[in-house]
């Protein structure tokens, strides 16, 4: 093995280490930074942070505790999912949760209008719900790529829209019946229902499958295909990416439609899993949640799935926090902390490693230069020695 090689195969082993250190401290300075300031504000509001904790862990254990945070987590990773695919071109789609909820009510709409036999029916629902995200998403696509409007304006313009549109639809003697003091679709039949796994004392979302499924394509989309590749291309530098053949604008409206069609399987876990029906009552914010999840698991299928059970398990634990007397802000508080440490947390390191890669081209373009130097010093030596001779 030649001296040159050493070297290199030094400094290759010497990059992996600093990658897997710097991949290893960013989430660890973000949890370390996240406990210190909660425990700040838990001292600030004059309670005791270690017996928070406690609470929070003894009741986040129970068997009911755990199913209610994996059931409400799925719609928060689906939520973040559809953020993520936006995120990943530097596009901001703000509208998830008007697009799921419209999806969502356009879904129970349908299906409580028709009976198909089998999965037919939750297969038509789903369909059904991931092209109408996709329509509401697209708008503000083609609106960036036309006439160059901010998609940030208009899909924050889009959910008040779709507000409206289910409010006006969602009426008795329209496409609602009243009950009591809500107004709901009517309900899906039994075939619309979507399959659950038995566990006590509630039972899990089947749901989480397609979670799972939207996950693992969402990775394999954006990782393993040209697709991938020049979305990514696209987010990084739009320039460079122009240069080398892709159509920005495609990219953009593929990219929305993409995300409002994640964004229609929000909703489907509560409609076909819990509800069956579309409501007043039905949950909303879901969209914005995903956001502070997209960015607390960094865009990544895995990471954001730990931040949407972190998230969800923060929710369920806080109700229990204020049953024991803390004020019912604090858990906001912690999610926010959170959120602002991991992103703090990742551009610092990001901003670290970046110094030290500067750092290390530099020294390394200074021993060789030292070495051609040393080169050309030898070489002028054996000059005048073969003059001398």
């Given at each position: 093995?030649?001296?040159?090689?050493?070297?290199?195969?030094?400094?290759?082993?010497?990059?992996?280490?600093?990658?897997?250190?710097?991949?290893?401290?960013?989430?660890?300075?973000?949890?370390?930074?996240?406990?210190?300031?909660?425990?700040?504000?838990?001292?600030?509001?004059?309670?005791?942070p270690?017996?928070?904790?406690?609470?929070?862990?003894?009741?986040?254990?129970?068997?009911?505790?755990?199913?209610?945070?994996?059931?409400?987590a799925?719609?928060y990773?689906?939520?973040?999912?559809?953020?993520?695919?936006?995120?990943?071109?530097?596009?901001?789609?703000?509208?998830?949760?008007?697009?799921?909820?419209?999806?969502?009510?356009?879904?129970?709409?349908?299906?409580?209008?028709?009976?198909?036999?089998?999965?037919?029916?939750?297969?038509?629902?789903?369909?059904?719900?991931m092209?109408v995200?996709?329509?509401?998403?697209?708008?503000?696509?083609?609106?960036?790529?036309?006439?160059?409007?901010?998609?940030?304006?208009?899909?924050?313009?889009?959910?008040?829209?779709?507000?409206?549109?289910?409010?006006?639809?969602?009426?008795?003697?329209?496409?609602?019946?009243?009950?009591?003091?809500?107004?709901?679709?009517?309900?899906?039949?039994?075939?619309?229902?979507?399959?659950?796994?038995?566990?006590?004392?509630?039972?899990?979302?089947?749901?989480?499958?397609?979670?799972?499924?939207?996950?693992?394509?969402?990775?394999?989309?954006?990782?393993?295909?040209?697709?991938?590749?020049?979305l990514?291309?696209?987010?990084?530098?739009?320039?460079?990416?122009?240069?080398?053949?892709?159509?920005?604008?495609?990219?953009?409206?593929?990219?929305?439609?993409l995300?409002?069609?994640?964004a229609?399987?929000?909703?489907?876990?509560?409609?076909?899993?819990?509800?069956?029906?579309?409501?007043?009552d039905?949950?909303?914010?879901?969209?914005?949640?995903?956001?502070?999840?997209?960015?607390?698991?960094?865009?990544?299928?895995?990471?954001?799935?730990?931040?949407?059970?972190?998230?969800?398990?923060?929710?369920?634990?806080?109700?229990?926090?204020?049953?024991?007397?803390?004020?019912?802000?604090?858990?906001?508080?912690?999610?926010?902390?959170?959120?602002?440490?991991?992103?703090?947390?990742?551009?610092?390191?990001?901003?670290?490693?970046?110094?030290?890669?500067?750092?290390?081209?530099?020294?390394?373009?200074?021993?060789?230069?030292?070495?051609?130097?040393?080169?050309?010093?030898?070489?002028?030596?054996?000059d005048?020695?073969?003059?001398?001779?």
């Amino acid at each position: 093995m030649t001296a040159a090689k050493l070297p290199a195969q030094g400094g290759a082993r010497s990059a992996a280490r600093d990658k897997v250190v710097l991949a290893l401290a960013a989430p660890l300075l973000a949890v370390v930074a996240a406990i210190v300031i909660s425990s700040l504000v838990f001292l600030a509001s004059g309670e005791n942070p270690f017996r928070a904790y406690g609470i929070m862990a003894d009741y986040g254990h129970y068997s009911d505790s755990q199913v209610w945070i994996v059931n409400k987590a799925v719609p928060y990773y689906l939520s973040a999912l559809a953020v993520a695919i936006g995120f990943r071109m530097n596009l901001f789609n703000i509208g998830v949760d008007g697009q799921y909820r419209l999806a969502a009510f356009a879904a129970a709409a349908v299906g409580g209008s028709l009976v198909l036999p089998g999965a037919l029916q939750i297969v038509l629902l789903i369909v059904v719900a991931m092209l109408v995200g996709a329509v509401w998403s697209g708008i503000a696509g083609l609106l960036k790529t036309t006439r160059g409007v901010s998609e940030v304006i208009t899909t924050i313009m889009l959910n008040s829209i779709a507000a409206s549109v289910i409010g006006y639809f969602l009426q008795d003697g329209r496409l609602a019946i009243k009950d009591g003091n809500l107004l709901h679709t009517k309900f899906l039949p039994e075939s619309s229902h979507f399959f659950s796994f038995p566990t006590h004392p509630k039972p899990v979302y089947g749901f989480v499958v397609i979670a799972v499924i939207a996950g693992a394509l969402y990775w394999f989309l954006l990782s393993r295909t040209r697709f991938g590749f020049d979305l990514r291309a696209v987010g990084a530098s739009e320039p460079a990416a122009e240069a080398s053949g892709v159509s920005v604008k495609r990219m953009v409206v593929i990219s929305m439609l993409l995300s409002g069609a994640a964004a229609g399987l929000v909703g489907m876990p509560t409609l076909l899993g819990e509800s069956f029906q579309y409501g007043t009552d039905f949950p909303a914010g879901i969209g914005f949640t995903g956001i502070a999840i997209a960015l607390l698991g960094r865009n990544h299928p895995v990471g954001m799935a730990f931040g949407a059970l972190l998230w969800a398990f923060l929710d369920r634990t806080g109700s229990r926090l204020e049953f024991e007397g803390y004020a019912q802000e604090i858990v906001g508080v912690i999610q926010g902390v959170i959120v602002l440490c991991v992103v703090i947390a990742y551009e610092l390191v990001r901003r670290y490693g970046l110094r030290l890669q500067q750092r290390k081209v530099g020294e390394e373009l200074a021993a060789a230069a030292r070495a051609a130097g040393s080169r050309a010093d030898d070489a002028g030596n054996n000059d005048k020695s073969e003059v001398s001779a």
